[in-house]
C-alpha cells in the first residue's frame, strides 16, 4: 500500500524530530495498537526505546511468551517483562465485585508501570498507541453527563505524575489503517488480525472471586474454543471471541461417575466498534462440537453454554 508507505516514513521523520537523542518508554499490552506504535518508534529511534510489559497474571494461554520472544527475539526491541501476577492475584484474592476488580487492577497497573519505568533513565517520554476514536471520545464525552457503565483501565494521567512528553505516532489513524501500518511494518498478519482483549484480562471473564484453578481451566477452554473457531475458519469473521467461567458448579455424568464441575460461557461477536454488537449465528454442528471438545480436553468444566446476548443489552465482556 504506497499511501501507508508514506505515512510510515512521514511519522519516522516526526518521531526522530521530536525525540531528538533522548529515551522513550513503551507501556507494550501484546495488543496490536500498542504494538504497532513501538514497532515504528523502534524503526525511527532504534534502542532509545524501551517497552514496558506488565503481566498482570490474567492473561492468556502463553500470552506472556508469545509478547516476550515476538519484541525481544524477532524485533530485538529492548523490553522488561515486569511479571507482576503474585502482586495482581494477591490483592484480588476474595474480591467479586466487577468495579472493586477493575479498580485494583487499574491502580496497580500504574504503581507497576511507573516502578519499571522509574529504571529506565533519562526518559523523557512515554509512548501510547492512542488511536484516533479514543482522541474522538476523550473529547465528546468531557464534560456532558456521563454514566460509567464499567471503569476503563489505561494510563491517563500518568505522563503528566511522571512528568512525560507524550509520543502518540497513531493519534490521526483509524483501527483499519493501524493494521495496515502494522502490515507495511512486517507484523505477521496473524497477529494484525487479532481479536480485541481488555486491558484487565481474564479478570473480567471470570465473574466472583478469581483463583489460579478457575484461571487455569479458563486458560485451557478459552485455547480451545479459538483453536476451534480457527479450525472452522471463523476466526476472521467474528470481531471478538472468548470464554467465561462462571462461578457456579453444576453436576454432570462421566463414564459411570457423577461429576460437580464449573460451567462456562462461550461468547462471539461481531461489531464495528465494540459500542454495539450482535451475538455470531454459529452451526449447532459447531457449538455441539465446540462443547464436547471443552468437556473432554479440559479438566475442571462439564457444562457448556452459549452466550446469545447482544449489546445492548448486554455489554462484550461479562463485568
Ligand atoms: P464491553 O464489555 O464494555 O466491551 O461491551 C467493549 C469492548 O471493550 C473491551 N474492553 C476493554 N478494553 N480496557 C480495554 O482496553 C478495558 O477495561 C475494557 N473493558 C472492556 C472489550 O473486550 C470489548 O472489546
Known amino acids: 500500500d504506497w499511501t501507508m508507505g508514506a505515512y510510515k516514513e512521514e511519522a519516522i521523520r516526526i518521531i526522530r524530530e521530536q ?3 533522548k529515551q522513550v518508554i513503551c507501556g507494550l499490552s501484546g495488543g496490536v495498537d500498542s504494538s504497532v506504535a513501538a514497532v515504528l518508534i523502534h524503526e525511527a529511534i532504534g534502542d532509545q526505546l ?30 522488561i517483562h515486569a511479571d507482576e501476577s503474585e502482586l495482581f ?16 487492577i487499574g491502580r496497580l497497573f500504574i504503581d507497576v508501570f511507573q516502578k519499571y519505568a522509574n529504571q529506565i533513565e533519562g526518559a523523557e517520554f512515554l509512548a501510547q498507541g492512542t488511536l484516533y476514536p479514543d482522541v474522538i471520545e476523550s473529547v ?25 512528553k507524550l509520543v502518540e505516532p497513531l493519534r490521526e489513524l483509524f483501527k483499519d489503517e493501524v493494521r495496515a501500518l502494522g502490515h507495511e511494518l512486517g507484523l505477521p498478519a496473524s497477529f494484525i488480525g487479532r481479536h480485541p482483549f481488555p486491558g484487565p484480562g481474564l479478570a473480567i471473564r471470570c465473574p466472583g472471586e ?58 462471539a461477536v461481531n461489531s464495528v466498534d465494540g459500542m454495539t454488537a450482535d451475538y455470531y449465528p454459529f452451526s449447532h454442528e459447531f457449538l455441539g462440537e465446540t462443547a464436547t ?27
Not at 492475584?89 to 485494583?104: A, C, F, N, Y
Not at 471438545?293 to 463485568?319: F, L, M, Q
Request: hydrophobic fraction near 35%; charged fraction near 25%; charge should be negative.
Open 210 to 267: 478469581i483463583t489460579r484453578e478457575k484461571l487455569e481451566i479458563l486458560r485451557k477452554a478459552d485455547a480451545v474454543y479459538i483453536d476451534q473457531i480457527r479450525k472452522h475458519g471463523l476466526y476472521d469473521d467474528i470481531w471478538q471471541a472468548f470464554v467465561a467461567i462462571l462461578p457456579v458448579r453444576t453436576v454432570g455424568v462421566m463414564g459411570d461417575g457423577r461429576t460437580y464441575d464449573f460451567a462456562c460461557a462461550l461468547r
Open 50 to 79: 524501551t517497552c514496558v510489559f506488565v503481566d498482570h497474571g490474567l492473561l492468556r494461554l502463553n500470552e506472556a511468551d508469545e509478547v516476550v520472544t515476538m519484541f525481544r527475539d524477532n524485533y530485538n526491541i529492548p523490553l
Open 293 to 319: 471438545r471443552i468437556i473432554n480436553e479440559v479438566k475442571g468444566i462439564n457444562r457448556v453454554t452459549y452466550d446469545i446476548t447482544s449489546k445492548p443489552p448486554g455489554t462484550i465482556e461479562w463485568e
Open 19 to 21: 525525540v531528538g537523542d
Open 140 to 164: 465528546s464525552f468531557s464534560g456532558g453527563p456521563s454514566v460509567t457503565i464499567k471503569s476503563h483501565h489505561n494510563v491517563g494521567g500518568l505522563p503528566e505524575k511522571m512528568g512525560l
Open 89 to 104: 492475584l494477591g490483592e484480588l484474592d476474595g474480591v467479586s465485585d466487577p468495579e472493586t476488580k477493575r479498580k485494583i
